[in-house]
């Protein structure tokens, strides 16, 4: 079958191919290229809302491309098409009690779209991680091998299946984050680990949002290894169900594992976090509920908050203002922005101490942020739909270097200004260089990261 005979099997409704495997992706791919046609390459569009807004000739979904083709426990290793949706490959790997230990977002909400729709090549494609990114990487530190065409319509696989393996340039790594701009993932292999046993949360109440910095920071630096360092000023706990009842600031410190060492050093930071402010704790099935809600970025992605509190006012101290505050239930809190609008959404990476002046600069125009990576991480809710670019650019850079992405925005805005950090003249010129050596005729997702690329 010719290439040309395989592109229009493969097509759908005018506008979305949809091979059924790698091989047709490759002769899609490659039809594309002879014909001058553009592909925006997608798995089931969770994302589809993200980056830079572009117009294609042809929507490449690789949603058919599902299953797992090998996984090995023992090994730690799990092998699967990129259309996989990663809810499968979670609850997989969670019946042999391990994990994605990168903990990897779902975008869906906070992008207008159902939970459960990422799939496993987007994952990568996005390099996506969660609260545990500081400790255990992000997906590119996990992806062992992929198999993947390029924009020349050359199906490659580099890597391996196994934890250790040496094979070159680390082209996993390379194309990880690169958003289906170099090339269309078709199957990927990664390292799985060992799920903690069991989960708790230390809590800090009433901290401001330096003091909080300065919290976590001495609870990372400790040695109770704790996986997770989160600050959720008042304005945004009302909007987390496991917390919504604190009527105060949160700082949350996570510690997982088996249950007479979280015990050992949870008392361990209690003492040396006691004189900073009041503390609770949330136990196991809040704990979970919590961190996925953040991971997920919860606050910023309903209207509305539900009335649901998991912190019981009985793990706080008996009679304490705290325990009764955190029983009652909160108020629904509107989004800003109005009736079928969405309030503009950042995702800023700066070093943890510094993440306090970029809150400070938000709110000073109304806007709502919360910290995770200990302050390394701010996420940002902008008042209304303009998101501020000369606002958040800036404060980045005076702090003396990070990247500011806007997660959400409306289409005209997201094609009137650059998306994601701007490249320096180094790495925009790297960047150009690889994209001409994978996709030379700007077939795959042409401007989805940067202009011209």
């Not at 409704?13 to 790698?22: H, I, K, N, Q, Y």
């Not at 704990?287 to 997920?296: I, K």
Request: aromatic share 6%; proline share 7%.
């Amino acid at each position: 079958m010719s290439a040309a005979t395989r592109a229009a099997s493969a097509a759908i409704s005018g506008d979305r191919l949809c091979p059924r495997d790698e091989a047709d992706v490759a002769e899609t791919v490659r039809w594309a290229a002879s014909e001058g046609r553009t592909l925006d390459v997608a798995g089931r569009r969770s994302k589809a809302a993200l980056g830079r807004a572009i117009q294609t000739d042809f929507t490449l979904e690789l949603a058919a491309l599902t299953g797992v083709t090998l996984y090995e426990p023992e090994e730690l290793v799990l092998s699967a098409r990129a259309g996989t949706p990663v809810a499968e490959i979670e609850a997989l790997v969670a019946g042999a009690n391990q994990m994605m230990a990168f903990e990897p977002m779902d975008f869906g909400p906070l992008l207008g779209q159902p939970p459960g729709e990422g799939t496993l090549g987007g994952l990568l494609a996005c390099n996506l991680a969660g609260p545990r990114r500081p400790s255990a990487g992000a997906a590119r530190d996990h992806a062992l091998g992929i198999r993947a065409v390029s924009g020349r319509g050359e199906a490659f696989k580099a890597g391996g299946r196994v934890v250790k393996n040496v094979t070159g340039y680390d082209l996993p790594r390379g194309l990880a984050g690169s958003h289906g701009t170099f090339a269309a993932f078709t199957e990927i292999t990664i390292k799985v680990l060992p799920r903690p046993e069991t989960v708790e949360t230390l809590l800090i109440l009433g901290l401001d949002d330096d003091a909080a910095a300065s919290a976590m920071s001495a609870a990372v630096g400790s040695y109770y290894d704790v996986s997770g360092a989160a600050h959720l000023p008042a304005d945004v706990v009302s909007r987390l169900p496991a917390v919504a009842g604190a009527g105060r600031s949160v700082t949350a410190l996570r510690l997982e594992g088996v249950q007479p060492s979280i015990l050992h050093r949870r008392g361990k930071l209690e003492a040396l976090l006691r004189a900073r402010g009041e503390l609770a704790f949330l136990d196991a099935d809040a704990s979970r509920a919590f961190w996925r809600a953040l991971r997920d970025v919860e606050p910023f992605a309903a209207p509305l908050v539900s009335p649901l509190v998991s912190l019981r006012a009985g793990e706080v101290g008996a009679g304490s203002a705290a325990g009764e505050a955190i029983a009652a239930s909160p108020s629904p809190v509107p989004l800003p922005g109005g009736e079928g609008e969405v309030a503009a959404i950042w995702r800023v990476s700066v070093a943890p101490m510094a993440g306090a002046r970029i809150g400070a600069a938000v709110r000073a125009v109304g806007g709502r942020c919360f910290y995770d990576w200990s302050g390394g991480l701010v996420w940002i809710e902008m008042p209304g739909i303009e998101p501020h670019a000369p606002l958040i650019r800036p404060a980045v850079s005076a702090t003396g270097g990070g990247h500011a992405t806007l997660i959400r925005a409306g289409a005209p805005v997201r094609a009137a200004q650059e998306v994601f950090q701007p490249l320096d003249a180094v790495t925009g010129a790297l960047v150009k260089r690889m994209k001409s050596g994978f996709d030379p005729a700007g077939v795959l997702s042409p401007g989805r990261m940067y202009a011209g690329m």
